[in-house]
């Protein structure tokens, strides 16, 4: 399976500020996703981020809040603008491999809490 | 728009029954059906996917095209099944993001 480290894995973070989450696959990969679960809920996704161009975001998320870059077939990052309480959630990382069919791989997740 | 229904948010069996976590899905293509689990403080991990027809750690699921369920059985559930269980869609092409359920909690009593 693709290894994907993403990090930081959990934050504590102010109301108002910004946060970054980076996210590193170990191979190649074809597609990278970013999705959030709040507390007690499924995933959700906000957006496939892509190569070299702007990421396409599912409805409910804007670049503005969630800017996405994805430089490189092997990384990509995520921020979370202008903080609120609600953005508290886990937010994870995930990737298609290439050559596995149709499998999608995820990483740990990073923990945001919003105080 | 793809859509995936568990309607259990709680199972809860004693170890050595019969586990089946439903799940059912609305989607007007062909789509490719997986099941995720994640362990207490582990990673989402993929458990199976219906074209590989595999057995994992015990566990099936059949796609049923014509119920459109991709349930989740497993004959005698263990206390290490004990798990939070998500299932998942995709649009069949490769790499296609993922819809997932609501997710069912497993808890298997001694």
């Known amino acids: 399976s693709a290894v994907i480290s993403q990090k930081p894995s959990r934050d504590i973070c102010q109301r108002g500020t910004s946060l970054t989450i980076q996210c590193q696959v170990d191979?190649?990969?074809?597609?990278m996703f970013w999705y959030r679960q709040q507390p007690g809920q499924s995933l959700t996704l906000i957006a496939t981020?892509?190569?070299?161009?702007?990421?396409?975001?599912e409805s409910g998320f804007v670049i503005d809040k969630f800017p996405i870059s994805r430089p490189n077939l092997t990384f990509s990052t995520l921020t979370v603008s202008n903080m609120s309480p609600e953005d508290s959630s886990i937010y994870l990382c995930s990737a298609h491999r290439t050559g596995t069919g149709n499998t999608i791989y995820f990483g740990e997740g990073s923990w945001l809490t919003v105080v | 728009a793809q859509r995936v229904t568990q309607p259990e948010k709680l199972l809860s069996v004693f170890k050595g029954a019969p586990v089946e976590l439903k799940c059912n899905y609305s989607?007007?293509?062909?789509?490719?059906l997986f099941w995720y689990v994640q362990y207490s403080r582990q990673r989402l991990q993929l458990l199976l996917r219906?074209?590989s027809r595999e057995s994992i750690k015990g566990f099936t699921a059949d796609l049923n095209k014509g119920e459109t369920s991709f349930h989740l059985k497993k004959p005698f559930a263990q206390e290490e099944d004990s798990a939070m269980y998500y299932c998942?869609?995709?649009?069949?092409?490769?790499?296609?993001?993922?819809?997932f359920g609501g997710g069912t909690r497993l808890m298997v009593k001694p």
């Open positions: 998942a869609l995709s649009e069949g092409n490769a790499g296609n993001m993922l819809t």
């Open positions: 219906h074209i």
């Open positions: 981020a892509n190569q070299g161009s702007e990421a396409t975001y």
């Open positions: 989607y007007s293509g062909s789509p490719e």
């Open positions: 191979s190649q990969v074809t597609m």
